[in-house]
């Protein structure tokens, strides 16, 4: 399966400013706050390939279309960036300490973590062999479910930058499909039964 990292897609800020538009999950996380003040603020951090991914993107899309609160069982936030110049482990927890101070008036868990690094660790958290990534990108296109390999980040003028190796499609449609580039198979039905708990009408495909 091709993927293509950044879609060529540029929004503004204000998109969600005004009236919601009905199924259109972009709007839905940048309707969300602490969304949209965590990707304000991500160029402060001065880190490379910076951007917010993961639940906390593709969340809000399924909690509007439930009726629940945008910001619904969104547990943490998480940043990725992609710094090959300095892997240490000192530099990431530099980076995770000035995001603190950054983001110390947001009262949310915000994890930041330089995807340089994630093989490094994952096998021995996780069980599995991990291949090092190549920009946090592809980091985001190893989630174990097609439709969550989602993130955004803050571009020129004001505007966001849509990470989507998969596209939005399976979002919008509600579908849950293994991703065959995620290092951990297993992980999809784990996922797959967590997600259909909290959303019902998703099916996996």
């Not at 540029?10 to 709007?27: E, H, N, Q, T």
């Not at 000035?98 to 983001?103: C, E, Q």
């Not at 994890?111 to 291949?131: A, K, M, S, T």
């Not at 190796?165 to 951990?184: F, K, M, S």
């Amino acid at each position: 399966m091709k993927r293509t990292f950044y879609r060529s897609l540029r929004l503004p800020f204000a998109k969600a400013s005004g009236k919601l538009r009905a199924m259109d999950p972009i709007a839905a996380a940048l309707a969300n706050p602490t969304n949209r003040r965590i990707l304000e603020r991500l160029p402060m951090l001065g880190l490379p390939q910076a951007c917010l991914v993961a639940g906390c993107i593709w969340q809000p899309f399924l909690n509007l279309r439930s009726g629940r609160a945008v910001a619904d069982q969104i547990n943490d936030y998480d940043v990725f960036y992609f710094d090959p110049a300095d892997p240490s482990f000192e530099a990431e927890d530099s980076a995770i300490k000035r995001a603190a101070l950054i983001f110390q008036d947001i009262d949310a868990v915000i994890e930041v973590r330089n995807q340089v690094r994630i093989h490094l660790w994952y096998p021995d958290r996780f069980g599995v062999p991990c291949p090092p990534m190549a920009s946090a990108a592809e980091a985001v296109s190893r989630f174990p479910v097609l439709g969550t390999c989602l993130g955004l980040s803050p571009g020129d003028d004001g505007r966001i930058v849509a990470i989507a190796p998969y596209g939005w499609d399976d979002l919008a449609q509600g579908l849950l499909r293994p991703n065959p580039h995620c290092v951990d198979p297993s992980a999809f039905a784990r996922k797959a039964a967590s997600y259909q708990q909290r959303w019902p009408w998703l099916r996996i495909a």
